[in-house]
């Protein structure tokens, strides 16, 4: 029975630990195509996106050993653009909707939500 338990637990660790996509290095106006299969080349993990919605993304900033996630928080925070994790290691890029467009009628702040 403690075989079959420490079994079971060595295997949750290995995959929580395969899960933790380490990055590190320096960016300067990288274009975000690059950035990616730089991250595809080093790791096991796959990118879905449009290539003419991420055409304009540059990626400048320095990790060190942050996780991929986090990265990906960072190069999209504030740009249109946001992704969805499927598994552990499919990355799904796709551009954010503007409520606003949704509806035609205007709210009376005229703010825009962006989800």
Known sequence: MYLIVLF???TVVS???SSQFLIT???EAEPLKLFIEEVERKYEVEFFYDDN???NILVTAEFNKTPLKECL???FDEKLMNFYVSGNSQFIIYPRIALKS???AKDAQNEEVII
Request: hydrophobic share 60%; charged share 5%.
């Open 53 to 55: 919605a991420i055409n």
């Open 25 to 27: 290095g320096n960016y």
């Open 73 to 75: 928080e960072f190069i």
């Open 8 to 10: 079971v637990f060595s």
């Open 102 to 104: 949704l509806f035609l």
């Open 15 to 17: 995959f929580a630990q």
